[in-house]
């Protein structure tokens, strides 16, 4: 390398607030621009299959997006960490951008699903430098300030990914859910391009392609199996197993080769800092709680509670308004006062008993109760979903500042992935045992649209309401657990002091000469 790769990439110690937060509305837009996409796409999804067909691939639109997400996030956090942190960043809004542009003007269901293979390789990026550079940008002691405008970005993405899709989907027809994303895009990359200033990295050590490898054939493979089973294949069945077995394998053999490799893609010296270790744990179930509630939430409601599902996404505010308010509070806390250990324990709380509440729900709750017990499980989220990020990297050496933050969303993604596999697992066995006979083949779907099930007997429809119920109560009861081990793990944090602003050269040189006088 020609310059320190422990010398801190921070931005000018003269940025004021206000300007950092002008800085950040680049790399939000791109936060935000990943985070719609699959939502808008899903809104599409009956547009797509009509126009292009392939009813019986649908599933890997999202499956090729979500596998190149997960298995490219380490990879850019350790370019980033190489070869400059912006300009790797504005080269993953690039390729998400390209992506965007081919899925847009896709002719089959096969290139649509390569060319989203394409825009989850830029998600990939995105996700894994927004937060790098947000970390360079800003110092952990201070970083709580602007972690409402995150929080912000994760509530408008959840809500209003499928507002937004439906309104693609009805006036402007399915290839607009892509082509939406160029005007937006092309915005973040040039506001990024302008507004980030950070130092310039030269690296000269070599890319670990081995490690690439087997890395990205270990995550591969773990998305694969959770994506495939309990729905596609089941959990005993040959395919699920080979996968497994790949998994571990590839990590047996992962680590084996990061212990001698000159420039290992995930260096495993990271995982000799407690703290890191800990916030992968907490994320892990934060993040497969986050995923769960809300994909069988708004399930519970419409089908249950007779929401409608017209707006879907509006049926989490009760839960995301929270993660919004609370993270911007415990964010200033933290900064003003340095202290944080005390955030994951409450939020790793609020998430057991909110999840615990949420899995006794039946078929008489109220909307009104529903919403309280979401609103604990959103004050939970806020706790923890930036304050694990912070911990991570406050807990690293500069130089691996994009792998901690890679990892800790890496981490987040695979407890997603595989908590929606258990989760569904769950849910179907609950549905289907409690469903009656009805003449259907086993490989029908578990859920049945408002009109259809006003259609029902009452004896059937309450049958299915009550299966409804009971797979979510297995859910969450899952979740709770979850939480729970989280919890204790955030009872072991150590609360290592907070990096502070760069101290300027004038004021290093006079410490230095005090410190010589004593």
């Known amino acids: 390398m020609s310059t320190d790769p422990t010398a801190p990439p921070a931005a000018e110690p003269s940025l004021s607030p206000q300007r950092i937060r002008f800085t950040m509305l680049g790399i939000m837009l791109a936060m935000l621009l990943a985070m719609l996409d699959n939502a808008i796409v899903g809104t599409s999804m009956p547009t797509i299959v009509s126009d292009l067909g392939g009813l019986a691939h649908i599933s890997w639109v999202v499956t090729a997006y979500t596998l190149a997400t997960a298995a490219s996030t380490p990879v850019w956090g350790k370019l980033g960490d190489l070869y400059g942190r912006k300009h790797v960043f504005l080269a993953s809004i690039g390729v998400f951008l390209l992506g965007s542009v081919l899925s847009g003007a896709s002719q089959s269901m096969s290139q649509l699903i390569g060319f989203r293979a394409i825009q989850g390789l830029g998600a990939g990026g995105i996700a894994a430098l927004a937060i790098t550079l947000i970390g360079a940008l800003v110092p952990p002691r201070e970083r709580g300030r602007y972690q409402g405008m995150t929080a912000a970005v994760m509530v408008i993405g959840t809500v209003g990914g499928p507002l937004v899709g439906g309104v693609v989907a009805d006036h402007l027809g399915w290839r607009w859910a892509f082509y939406i994303n160029i005007p937006l895009g092309l915005i973040a990359l040039a506001w990024s391009a302008v507004m980030v200033k950070l130092p310039a990295i030269r690296a000269k050590a070599r890319i670990d392609w081995l490690g690439i490898f087997l890395m990205t054939t270990t995550i591969s493979a773990i998305v694969l199996a959770a994506t495939w089973a309990g729905t596609q294949y089941a959990w005993g069945s040959w395919q699920i197993l080979s996968l497994f077995a790949l998994v ?3 990590l047996v053999s992962f680590i084996a080769w990061q212990r001698r490799a000159p420039e290992p893609v995930f ?7 407690r703290n890191f270790v800990l916030s992968s744990v907490m994320i892990f179930g ?23 599902a017209t707006n879907s996404g509006l049926l989490l505010m009760p839960m995301m308004i929270p993660v ?7 964010g200033k806390a933290m900064s003003r006062t340095g202290k944080y250990k005390i955030f994951p324990i409450l939020g790793t709380a609020c998430l057991a008993i909110g999840t615990g ?17 979401m609103a604990l499980v959103g004050i939970g989220l806020g706790f923890m979903l930036q304050m694990t990020t912070t911990i991570a990297q406050n807990s690293v050496e500069m130089r691996d500042m994009g792998v901690a933050s890679a990892g800790v969303t890496l981490f987040r993604t695979i407890g997603g992935s595989l908590g929606v596999a258990i989760f569904g ?37 309450d049958a299915y309401l009550e299966s409804v119920a009971s797979g979510t109560q297995h859910i ?3 979740a709770a657990c979850l939480c729970a081990a989280a919890f204790v793990a955030a009872l072991f944090v150590k609360e290592i002091p907070l990096r502070g602003k760069p101290t300027p050269p004038k004021a290093a040189a006079e410490q230095a000469s005090t ?4």
């Open 515 to 518: 410190s010589r006088t004593a």
């Open 248 to 250: 571990v394998a590839g």
């Open 324 to 330: 919004a308010l609370v993270s911007n509070i415990a």
């Open 425 to 461: 697992s769950l849910f179907t066995h609950a549905t289907a045992s409690h469903l009656p006979t009805s003449g259907t083949g086993s490989g029908e779907s578990t859920q049945i649209s408002a009109s259809a099930l006003a259609k029902l007997p009452a004896q059937a429809r």
């Open 476 to 478: 969450f009861l899952l």
């Open 357 to 373: 509440l949420l899995a006794t729900m039946d078929t008489d709750t109220s909307r009104t109760v529903a919403g309280i017990y």
């Open 286 to 308: 934060a993040g497969a709680v986050m995923f769960g509630a809300t994909l069988y939430l708004p399930l519970f409601q419409q089908s249950v509670q007779g929401a409608s």
């Open 267 to 273: 260096p495993l010296r990271v995982f000799s800092e």
